[in-house]
């Protein structure tokens, strides 16, 4: 009875890990494309070991496509967290339930079944990205880390270059039409709010 009890928990845990719920909402949460401009950037951020510098001031409304926690690698400490963010037609819960949306190595990936792409490949580039996040405070980082899948976030901050130990760099995409290596957002927050969507 016992072993069964444990299996009964071990399947019950791996369904709530593995499976993840169909969008629900209508419309467009996050009509807007993000906005951006170069005007009075302020000076490059100490960080620790790290110097940021903006490169563009940068917000957005989003709905978060798929979000990847990393605790390991060499940009951990500075960006816990990449969100695959999603605007505009990229915001539709049809849309988005068509797509298999996954993110690993600092990538995010998306695919669509034998029906085919709910949208052009170009419109899914153009209204979704891959946003290495950096939060500016401690209390941010904590909020930031809270953020789940399907929930609307806004986002404020700036796109910004890191340089770090060892070498290290980062250089955000200033557009929102790239794909592949490069193609990322690095954004530095210092504002953000977040709700589930219904």
């Not at 169909?22 to 419309?27: F, I, L, S, T």
């Not at 953020?147 to 609307?152: C, G, I, K, P, S």
């Amino acid at each position: 009875m016992k072993k069964w009890l444990l299996f009964a928990a071990l399947a019950a845990f791996a369904w709530g890990f593995f499976h993840k719920p169909e969008a629900g909402w209508k419309g467009l949460p996050a009509e807007r494309d993000p906005q951006q401009d170069t005007q009075q950037l302020p000076a490059p951020i100490n960080y620790g070991d790290y110097t940021v510098t903006p490169l563009a001031r940068y917000a957005l409304k989003a709905v978060v496509l798929s979000r990847s926690r990393y605790r390991n690698d060499a940009s951990a400490e500075i960006a816990p967290l990449d969100l695959a963010l999603g605007w505009g037609s990229m915001s539709s819960a049809s849309v988005i339930n068509e797509l298999t949306i996954s993110q690993s190595g600092r990538w995010y990936e998306y695919s669509w079944g034998s029906q085919g792409s709910p949208l052009e490949p170009d419109d899914i580039a153009r209204h979704s990205a891959n946003t290495h996040c950096l939060p500016a405070t401690p209390e941010l980082r904590s909020r930031l880390l809270a953020v789940r899948r399907h929930d609307l976030v806004a986002l404020s901050g700036y796109l910004v270059a890191v340089s770090g130990p060892d070498g290290f760099t980062w250089r955000s995409s200033l557009s929102r039409d790239d794909t592949g290596g490069g193609a990322c957002e690095v954004m530095w927050i210092t504002a953000l709010e977040s709700a589930p969507l219904k």
